[in-house]
């Protein structure tokens, strides 16, 4: 199975700054069709996860254009241009690309 | 608007099963696929599957084969997760969620199912 490694585990920010995530992958995410099915999702606590970030940048309708997604191949990137207080929570990306779908381990952010 | 609204609370014992359902609207059911995800208490999330309710066709996660069984009726517009023989480590939280393609991505989620497996 594709392992995806996510850093840093655990995020404390200051309100207002910015944030970055990473994931990267244990092999390219890559599809036949020439497309990436990365995918970033946001698990507000006590919530469903709800999805941000799909094929790699194209961002969900209604989520803030201070979020964007970034990489190639096996490198990803979810960036929160200024944190606010509603950004609190785990943050998870996702492959779609090789059957089984994996999850990274999620990083939990945190407001200082 | 798409929404998927699962059944309540399960609690049950160890060795038994349980079914849990997932009802869609605000969408075509059966022009995109159902996968259930999972997460146990304070852990992540972890991918079991994906059904089609257009074709039936179905895949199962390796380490769920045998004791799972996804289906889904296209009348009700419903999912169902199936686990058979729960141990302890099934308590967690399952949720269903839309998944065009062959869960290429997951854009729509249940509410959660929280099941609990305690003798």
């Known amino acids: 199975d594709v392992v995806l490694t996510q850093s840093p585990l655990s995020l404390p920010v200051t309100l207002g700054q910015p944030a970055s995530i990473s994931c990267r992958s244990s092999?390219?995410?890559?599809?036949?069709?020439?497309?990436?099915?990365l995918n970033w999702f946001q698990q507000r606590p006590g919530q469903s996860p709800r999805r941000l970030i799909y094929q790699v940048s194209s961002r969900d309708s209604g989520v803030p254009d201070r979020f964007s997604g970034s990489g190639s191949g096996t490198d990803f990137t979810l960036k929160i241009s200024r944190v606010e207080a509603e950004d609190l929570g785990v943050y998870y990306c996702m492959q779609g690309t090789h059957w089984p779908q994996t999850f990274g381990q999620g990083t939990k952010l945190e407001i200082k | 608007q798409v929404q998927l609204v699962q059944s309540g609370l399960e609690v049950t014992k160890p060795g038994a099963s349980v079914k849990v359902s997932c009802k869609a609207s605000?969408?075509?059911?059966?022009?995109?696929?159902i996968s259930w995800v999972r997460q146990a208490p304070g852990q992540g999330l972890e991918f079991m599957g994906w059904?089609?309710?257009?074709?039936?066709?179905?895949n199962y996660v390796q380490k769920f084969q045998g004791r799972v069984t996804m289906t889904t009726d296209s009348y009700m517009t419903t999912a169902y997760l199936e686990l058979r023989s729960l141990r302890s480590d099934d308590t967690a939280i399952y949720y269903c969620a839309r998944a065009p393609g062959m869960a290429t991505t997951l854009d729509y989620w249940g509410q959660g199912t929280l099941v609990t497996v305690s003798s």
């Open positions: 605000g969408y075509i059911f059966t022009s995109s696929g």
């Open positions: 059904i089609s309710p257009y074709t039936g066709d179905r």
């Open positions: 092999q390219s995410l890559v599809y036949s069709d020439g497309t990436t099915y």
